[in-house]
Each structure stands twice: as C-alpha cells, then as structure tokens.
C-alpha cells in the first residue's frame, strides 16, 4: 500500500466510527486512530463527558504516543460545527485532524477535514441515518507526527 492508500485507509476507518456512532446516539466522542509503522493501528478514546476536555485529553496522549513510537498516520476526530465560510448549509461535521509522516517536512504537512453532515430518518426506518457531504479540507503545518 502506498502513503495515499494508507491515509485514505484510516480516514475511512474514522469517518465509519463516527458516521455509526452518530446513527446510535447523535453524537460521538473524540477520538484517535493512529497507523503506526509497523501496520498496527491504535484507537485512543475516553469517556470524557465534556467535548473539549476529552479532545484535550486526546491530543495529550497523541503526544505521548507521538513521543514513543513512530507514526505513520495519526488522525484525530471530533463533533464539531463547521466554520461558517466553509458551509453555511450544513452547520454540522465531523472533523478529522489528519498528520503523515510523509508529508511532515510540508510546509503544509497536516489537514483538517471538515466532513459536513445531517441526520435524519427515513419514513421506512426507525433509526437516524447520516448523510455525508463532500468533504472539506484546510491544510497547515504538522504538530504532532515529526520526521
């Protein structure tokens, strides 16, 4: 698999736990999924109740593990709304914090991804379901994955 395809890889991995967490409870936890490299990958999750203590708590041990042990591919995901100049339709998104190893000496060696979506239920359903929409990225300086 080449860098593409790995980083494609773990977005997907992420944005399915958090598209199946807000089809359960409307919303979801911060989180992690790092790609180490060695092929393993890493979920790092909390029961923080509050959003921005357990995304604060996230980055903290992404750091530690960033310090410990070489990354490939670390992402970070949160419930967030969406800055107002990127999608005024749809204020909800996930946003994926996304940092390659291979891309770290970029000037711009991380991305947001703003995945904007809305729940709704079907008539024929009893459960939310989430609609992605296209997808949204911002890209800056990495801070965590360092070569």
Request: with cysteine.
């Amino acid at each position: 698999m080449n860098n593409e395809e790995r980083a494609f890889s773990i977005l997907e991995k992420a944005i399915i736990k958090a598209q199946e967490s807000l089809e359960k409870t409307k919303n979801f936890q911060p989180f992690a999924m790092v790609l180490k490299c060695d092929g393993s990958i890493e979920l790092l999750e909390n029961q923080i109740a509050d959003s921005i203590e357990s995304y604060a708590d996230i980055e903290k041990r992404v750091k530690e593990l960033a310090n410990c042990t070489d990354i490939d591919v670390l992402t970070m995901a949160v419930d967030t709304s969406i800055p107002e100049n990127f999608s005024k339709n749809t204020p909800q998104s996930i946003r994926l914090h996304v940092e390659e190893k291979c891309r770290v000496d970029n000037k711009i060696g991380a991305r947001y991804i703003y995945v904007p979506y809305e729940l709704y239920q079907s008539k024929n359903e009893q459960n939310l379901q989430v609609r992605l929409k296209e997808p949204i990225a911002v890209g800056f300086p990495a801070e965590y994955v360092v070569g």
